[in-house]
């Protein structure tokens, strides 16, 4: 963009600076790990892939962060002294914590996991109260940054497909209707009020092409 300047009746093309927009930067990535070392690591494994990382170190830490600033991925480690993880995530998809203007409610924040706990009852747990992933310790730096983009993109998708609390495009979730198809636990753990959803939509749209286009399952379910 450009910006014509007439002192003394001479036009001079001058270039104007936009301001990026905050959605068109990096990612914002929250780390809550007590060991100073593995928080070191963690962090600039992801700045050495270009994000934007905070780092803290108890729980009190995590909640100012999040009242000051909005966030697009919060990595988490389970085993903390004061409060675990698990109980941490569980406030964040209870809608615990200040959501910021213009940004996604802070329950609908990306949570994944780091733990020393890598049995798959401790797995299934973190999934169950809302992470998006669960990586066991030890991990390779590989293995982490593949995952963050794995959930980051999800995320990222979601938005642009219109997901919102509750409603999705052309969608009505009705928690109240009598369930006609009951959503996997990865959906209802990120919409956390809502276990069964009617649709409402033309009746010249078949419900199992809707399922299968908006939430990418075999769908099982019949038109009414």
Not at 18 to 31: D, E, K, N
Not at 168 to 174: I, K, P, V, Y
Not at 209 to 222: G, H, N, Y
Request: net charge positive; charged share 25%.
């Amino acid at each position: 963009m450009f910006l014509i300047d007439f002192h003394d009746k001479i036009a001079y093309a001058l270039p104007m600076k936009t301001l990026p927009s905050p959605h068109s930067l990096p990612p914002r990535i929250l780390i809550f790990e007590d060991d100073a070392g593995m928080r070191t690591l963690v962090q600039r494994a992801l700045q050495g892939e270009g994000y934007r990382v905070r780092g803290v170190e108890s729980g009190d830490e995590m909640w100012d962060a999040l009242a000051n600033a909005a966030v697009d991925l919060i990595i988490l480690d389970v085993m903390l002294p004061a409060v675990s993880g698990i109980e941490l995530c569980r406030a964040l998809c209870a809608g615990y914590g200040k959501s910021h203007e213009g940004e996604a409610p802070l329950r609908q924040t990306p949570v994944v996991m780091l733990s020393a706990r890598g049995g798959e009852g401790d797995r299934v747990l973190g999934l169950e109260i809302g992470a998006d992933d669960y990586v066991a310790k030890p991990f390779s730096q590989k293995k982490l940054l593949a995952r963050v983009r794995a959930v980051l993109r999800c995320g990222q998708t979601q938005m642009a497909r219109g997901f919102k609390a509750g409603e999705a495009s052309f969608l009505r979730l009705d928690a109240g209707s009598a369930p006609c198809f009951s959503l996997p636990p990865s959906f209802t753990a990120r919409r956390r009020s809502v276990r069964s959803v009617s649709f409402a939509f033309p009746s010249s749209l078949k419900s199992s092409a809707l399922i299968s286009t908006c939430f990418m399952l075999s769908p099982r379910a019949k038109d009414r």
